[in-house]
């Protein structure tokens, strides 16, 4: 049991960021020697003196004090405002600036004296030299954390963009399964056979074009990590018109849009799956009259997606457990995507199950961590 335990353990730890620090670690104990090497013409190196027991603690406690600047100080709050954090931040790498002196004042000259009887500096220097001597450590170890900060930040947001390309992926070949499937084709090219048959030639043009756009858009389009919101919705719209046609009479279905959406830009696939998710989940599991309310509005690049459908309760203690295509990946892309800038509430109650999304958008698509709504980043689902 505890030879699995370590092996699950091991398999959690991340390796690569381990080497990571591991290496800068490895650079910041062998510089001082390095430089010796290079700087002085005739230095001798010297293993109890590079490595003794004094150089040892100076750079454990360097290390320390970089690490503590990177992990405390420069940590992330997003739960706190912009303005705040940043004050924290820098109200930190003053304190840091300053303390990092007395503090090794302390360690070196006082406690390792007291307890090794040895000090990196003589006993009879003055504090004034002392300090005066070290503020360009102080400054290096403000440098070396933001730079630690940097470096582990820069690794975990490659290593989540790589993971979340690869959802993007499977998301893509989820959706294919999910819609571009025989049945989904069968019924759209039955129905708009028998529109030609009823000698209904606009209409089978109007379905065959929304099909043709629909699937260039599932074949071609999702390969861009951003697209025109114009697009998404327009492929929303021809997949509720395919839809439309394929449930008949037996499906009320209102589909509206509000606002300007150009010069916006919108993940593909980000508000696909909960509109499939309502004909799949709701009308597809009713035999009797359903209906199905989307609307998207957009106002000052707020963009609100709002799906309602009826559906059939469940037995007394049954969770309801929507599908949809990658509903749970769609969660994980809005959290990367926009982080405290998206609410998503999902409810169902009253035998109505409401899917309500808001996002802010941005034109510039770069941009992805946006900030001007603070605290916005929830998922509620109430079941």
């Not at 992926?169 to 499937?181: A, G, H, I, T």
């Not at 449930?247 to 919108?266: A, M, P, S, W, Y």
């Not at 009253?350 to 709504?373: A, G």
Request: contains cysteine.
């Amino acid at each position: 049991m505890e030879e699995n335990n370590i092996k699950k353990f091991a398999a959690k730890i991340n390796w690569r960021r381990v080497y990571l620090h591991t290496i800068f670690i490895l650079i910041i104990i062998t510089c001082q020697p390095v430089f010796k090497l290079l700087y002085y013409q005739k230095y001798n190196f010297q293993w109890s003196e590079s490595y003794g027991p004094v150089s040892l603690i100076f750079y454990a406690l360097t290390l320390a004090c970089i690490y503590f600047t990177a992990f405390v100080v420069l940590r992330n709050r997003p739960q706190l405002k912009q303005s705040t954090a940043l004050l924290i931040k820098t109200a930190g790498l003053i304190g840091m600036f300053f303390l990092y002196v007395p503090f090794r004042w302390v360690i070196e000259q006082k406690l390792e004296f007291l307890i090794l009887g040895i000090s990196n500096y003589p006993q009879n220097v003055s504090y004034s030299f002392f300090f005066h001597d070290n503020l360009v450590f102080a400054f290096l170890i403000l440098i070396a954390g933001a730079y630690v900060k940097f470096m582990d930040d820069w690794y975990i947001h490659d290593r989540i963009k790589s993971t979340l390309e690869k959802q993007n992926l499977r998301l893509e070949l989820d959706f294919l399964k999910s819609q571009v499937n025989p049945h989904f084709l069968f019924n759209t090219l039955n129905n708009i056979q028998s529109f030609i048959v009823q000698d209904e030639k606009m209409r089978s043009i109007e379905l065959i074009g929304r099909l043709s756009e629909f699937m260039r858009f599932a074949l071609y389009e999702c390969d861009e990590e951003y697209i025109d919101l114009e697009k998404e919705i327009s492929m929303l719209a021809d997949y509720v018109e395919l839809e439309r046609v394929r449930c008949d009479d037996r499906v009320k279905i209102h589909f509206e849009t509000t606002g300007n959406f150009d010069d916006l830009q919108i993940p593909p696939l980000l508000l696909m799956p909960f509109v499939e998710n309502a004909f799949k989940h709701g009308a597809a599991t009713q035999l009797d009259k359903s209906w199905i309310n989307i609307s998207i509005t957009l106002q000052q690049e707020r963009l609100h997606l709002k799906v309602e459908n009826d559906f059939i309760a469940p037995a007394t203690n049954s969770e309801v457990k929507p599908g949809g295509i990658g509903l749970q990946n769609v969660k994980k892309r809005l959290q990367y995507y926009f982080p405290n800038k998206h609410q998503l509430d999902i409810t169902a109650k009253q035998k109505v199950f409401e899917v309500n999304l808001i996002l802010r958008l941005n034109p510039v698509p770069s941009q992805n961590y946006l900030n001007s709504i603070p605290n916005l980043s929830i998922i509620n689902e109430n079941y």
